[in-house]
C-alpha cells in the first residue's frame, strides 16, 4: 500500500484547509485509517481516526470540533477537513492505514506504532 498526501499548504489563523489521502497499490476500503501531525520539535501525534465503513470516528482533543475526517472507499481516499485553524496546529500532516487495526473507544489507534503503511506528510503553516 502506498500512501499520497496532499492539500496542505500556508493559510492564516481562522482559516480552513483540507487534506487529501490517497492510497494505491492494494484498497484499503476495510482498513482503518488516520491523520497524524507533527510539529516543529515535537512529537508525531495523533489527530483523528476513522473506522472502515466511515461509521466511527474518533478525535484528539486539541481538534475536536473543528476538524472532520471523512472518506470514499470507492476512490480509497480519506480526508481531513480543517477550520478554525490555529497557529498551534502547524505541523506536517501524516495519514496511516492498517489492515488489522480496530477502531473503538479506548483503542490502539491513537498509537503511531499501531499502523504498517504511512504517508509522505503533507505541510499545514499557519500564521497568526
Known amino acids: 500500500v502506498q500512501l499520497q498526501a496532499s492539500g496542505g499548504g500556508l493559510v492564516q489563523a481562522g482559516g480552513s484547509l483540507r487534506l487529501s489521502c490517497v492510497a494505491s497499490?492494494?484498497?484499503?476500503?476495510?482498513?482503518?485509517m488516520a491523520w497524524f501531525r507533527q510539529g516543529p520539535g515535537k512529537e508525531r501525534e495523533f489527530v483523528a481516526v476513522?473506522?472502515?465503513?466511515?461509521?466511527?470516528?474518533y478525535y484528539a482533543e486539541s481538534v475536536k470540533g473543528r476538524f472532520t475526517i471523512s472518506r470514499e472507499n470507492a476512490n480509497d481516499t480519506m480526508y481531513l477537513h480543517m477550520n478554525s485553524l490555529k497557529p498551534e496546529d502547524t505541523a506536517v500532516y501524516f495519514c496511516?492505514?492498517?489492515?488489522?487495526?480496530?477502531?473503538?473507544?479506548?483503542?490502539?489507534?491513537?498509537?503511531?506504532?499501531?499502523?504498517?503503511?504511512w504517508g509522505q506528510g503533507t505541510e499545514v503553516t499557519v500564521s497568526s
Open positions: 496511516a492505514t492498517d489492515p488489522e487495526l480496530p477502531v473503538y473507544s479506548g483503542g490502539r489507534y491513537l498509537d503511531p506504532r499501531q499502523y504498517t503503511y
Open positions: 497499490g492494494r484498497t484499503v476500503s476495510t482498513y482503518a
Open positions: 476513522i473506522s472502515w465503513s466511515g461509521s466511527r470516528t
